[in-house]
């Protein structure tokens, strides 16, 4: 198991940068995946940034070339910079990790799927005005 605690959120202005961070404890050897995601109010969670055991990452189209997600080498703590931010960036943000078996199926696109994780965070709020 591993607990994660999310930090960072804050109220910004239209084109400002925050860094979120994400402490994990507990049996962090045992995960194979982490993400970010974010809920808007109205809206359904989705993920925005994904990285592997080996630091590969991926994006959602949304928040390409403006975020990044990171993670330490022993695994306790997740990052994601977020710059030029707007409006639309206004959510709150969750990490995840995904630990134990998973599908030999598993692709990236599947790492963007609440489901596919098994521990979350308690969510940080981030706050983008115009």
């Known amino acids: 198991q591993v607990q994660l605690v999310e930090s960072g959120g804050d109220s910004v202005q239209s084109g400002g940068s925050l860094r979120l961070s994400c402490a994990a404890s507990g049996n962090t050897a045992a995960t194979h995946f982490m993400a970010w995601f974010r809920q808007a109010p109205g809206k359904e969670r989705e993920g925005v940034a994904a990285i592997d055991s080996s630091d590969n990452t991926r994006y959602a189209d949304s928040v390409k070339g403006r975020f990044t997600i990171s993670q330490d080498n022993a695994k306790t703590t997740l990052w994601l910079q977020m710059n030029n931010l707007t409006p639309e960036d206004t959510a709150i943000y969750y990490c995840?990790?995904?630990?134990?078996?998973?599908?030999?199926?598993?692709?990236?696109?599947?790492?963007?799927?609440?489901?596919?994780?098994?521990?979350w965070g308690q969510g940080t709020q981030v706050t983008v005005s115009s």
């Open positions: 995840a990790a995904l630990q134990g078996h998973y599908s030999s199926d598993l692709r990236w696109p599947h790492l963007f799927l609440r489901d596919t994780y098994n521990y």
